[in-house]
């Protein structure tokens, strides 16, 4: 298995739809099937991107999925993080200290500060880091907005819409049911769509 | 796991032993044996450094392992590489092709050149691995050396020396009973000593 798995891609795709504000939030549902991904694989990465206030998940039948902050602020390193948690790259263990010729215990000089092979995976994994906090959710969108024609954004966007207004006349027509049906029976607690 | 396993640790390891020339070369069991680690284990990773020419084989009772390059010019990635193979940090499933919009299939300019969020991650795959490749066996080996007091390394090319001698003399005492069997057999094929 790769170090940064599947959940990031289909995030960091999922995001992209997410950085120029939608009229109504993008339900997990939406996104998945916009992108041809599994819904119920998507529906547990996007709370892990709200545990992380990359993305606030707004409730009801019109609700959905939207960038908690602004998209320059956010980092593919955040996303990663979000998502994988803070994974380490080399995992130590100490073998330094079990040398055969340590007969009574590793000695102190053996075991203080860090281990240097493991200093060196240290490094290593700083640069990564650094290098994934380089780029933001909103210099991915420039890139990707570049490639796509003038139009594709706004169709995007409309089929988003055309979705989220289905969604918000099924559940106002739940609501009417409830209310003609004479048997005082209260509407359903409104849910998170995700 | 980690994206860097326990068995480069322990390669990085046992090469520490062997950047400086021992007048007999080192077992895979004694190099176990030495470091506290499954013997096992060791015996499935030395011959993967053997295969990257990092490592060396001698055969026979005196056999075992010598660098087969000088320690400067073999580095942290050179033994990663050889021991994980080239695995990538991520692995990209192309699911910009897939979007719910391309109803007659992705079109060119969707899947031209490669995914701006594979990109990214090749950046950073690159950044590590020129990071692990900064760092020589050499230098692993100064720093090592820096830690430890004026007399270890000797004292551990002592043991080495004596396990060696030991594995010789039972070799020599192998090939004198079956010479004075007078059955005519003769030694069994010398063998790596791994």
Redesign the interface.
Known sequence: ??????A???A??CLLWLVEPLSTPASSGDLA?????PAAFLAKILPKLERARIVTAAEGARGGYRLERPPAGIT?LDVVEAIEGR???????E??G????FRDGAPR??T??IC??H???V??EE??R???AR?TLAD?AR??GR???AG?AG??RA?LGERAALRASRGARRDEEWAGSGVGRAPAPRRKVR
Chains 1, 2 share one sequence.
């Open positions: 298995m790769a170090y940064i798995g599947t990031v891609e289909y960091l795709h099937e916009l992108q041809g991904v593919v994974k380490p790259l080399f995992d130590c263990q073998i330094r079990r040398c055969a010729l000089w053996a203080s500060g240097s092979i200093a060196v995976m490094r290593a640069v990564l650094a290098e994934l780029t991915l890139t990707v490639k796509a024609p594709f169709d995007v089929w």
